[in-house]
């Protein structure tokens, strides 16, 4: 079982990387291999629209995206972690998400499964903003189940505060922190004992 963290925060141990480090902690409490990427550490262009994967389903842009691919077509759940930045997921988060283009050629042009097999994968959502707008986590929402569908990750759930602005706030939130730790418990034990087959996949983007 592998647990594949996403951070996508520009601020080092701020409040999502937080909740992040406590959901893999959960997992790798159930015995799940657990791996992190932190976005702001990594060289990953934009997807420049060149469409050479439209060919063979790779990226030909050789940045640190070429590492991210492969752990995510080794895990079993894939965590997502980034605040609100302008109602949507940070630059950097964005970035990943539009190089994941290569994926969906795989699966609409080339027609073979995204994540190279069809393991049943599960996905997830953590984030946080500063205000309190009852719509502020809704656009990022489409985006990001959209996105966890053309992969054929099965969404499984999501962490969500809102009014968390200064660095380290989400520690100050009653159960935040102890809520994403049981999070990653249970997305490993669900994984464990029931593996989704029912990621019913579209017939377009
Ligand atoms: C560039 C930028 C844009 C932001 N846009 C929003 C926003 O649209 N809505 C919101 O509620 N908070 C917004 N925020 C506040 C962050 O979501 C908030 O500070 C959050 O706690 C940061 O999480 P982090 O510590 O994980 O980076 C923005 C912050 C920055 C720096």
Same mark, same amino acid.
């Given at each position: 079982?592998?647990?594949?963290?996403? &951070?996508?925060?520009?601020?080092? @141990?701020? @409040? +999502?990387?937080?909740?992040?480090?406590?959901?893999?902690?959960?997992?790798?409490?159930?015995?799940?291999?657990?791996?992190?990427?932190?976005?702001?550490?990594?060289?990953?262009?934009?997807?420049? #629209?060149?469409?050479?994967?439209?060919?063979?389903?790779?990226?030909?842009?050789?940045?640190?995206?070429?590492?991210?691919?492969?752990?995510?077509? @080794?895990?079993?759940?894939i965590?997502m972690?980034?605040?609100? /930045?302008?109602?949507?997921?940070?630059? #950097?988060?964005?970035?990943?998400?539009?190089?994941?283009?290569?994926?969906?050629?795989?699966?609409?042009?080339?027609?073979?499964?995204?994540?190279?097999?069809?393991?049943?994968r599960k996905g997830f959502f953590?984030?946080?903003?500063? +205000?309190?707008? +009852? @719509?502020?986590?809704?656009?990022?929402l489409?985006?990001i189940k959209t996105f966890f569908r053309?992969i054929d990750v099965t969404y499984a759930g999501e962490?969500?505060?809102?009014?968390?602005?200064?660095?380290? &706030?989400?520690?100050? #939130?009653?159960? &935040? =922190? /102890? /809520? &994403?730790?049981?999070?990653?418990?249970?997305?490993?034990?669900?994984? =464990? /004992?029931?593996?989704s087959?029912?990621n019913?996949?579209?017939?377009?983007?």
């Amino acid at each position: 079982m592998r647990v594949l963290g996403i &951070a996508g925060s520009p601020r080092r @141990n701020g @409040n +999502t990387d937080m909740l992040l480090a406590e959901f893999i902690r959960g997992a790798a409490s159930k015995g799940a291999e657990v791996k992190t990427f932190f976005l702001r550490d990594l060289n990953i262009s934009p997807c420049l #629209h060149c469409d050479a994967c439209l060919k063979a389903g790779i990226c030909r842009i050789k940045d640190d995206m070429q590492k991210i691919y492969p752990e995510m077509e @080794n895990a079993d759940v894939i965590v997502m972690a980034s605040p609100i /930045q302008f109602m949507g997921v940070t630059a #950097h988060m964005k970035a990943m998400i539009d190089r994941c283009q290569a994926l969906w050629a795989r699966k609409y042009v080339l027609k073979v499964p995204p994540l190279g097999d069809k393991r049943a994968r599960k996905g997830f959502f953590i984030s946080v903003g500063g +205000t309190k707008l +009852t @719509n502020l986590f809704e656009p990022t929402l489409v985006m990001i189940k959209t996105f966890f569908r053309i992969i054929d990750v099965t969404y499984a759930g999501e962490l969500l505060y809102k009014g968390i602005d200064e660095k380290g &706030a989400i520690a100050k #939130h009653p159960d &935040a =922190l /102890q /809520q &994403a730790f049981l999070a990653g418990q249970k997305i490993v034990e669900d994984q =464990l /004992q029931s593996p989704s087959t029912d990621n019913i996949l579209p017939k377009g983007p």
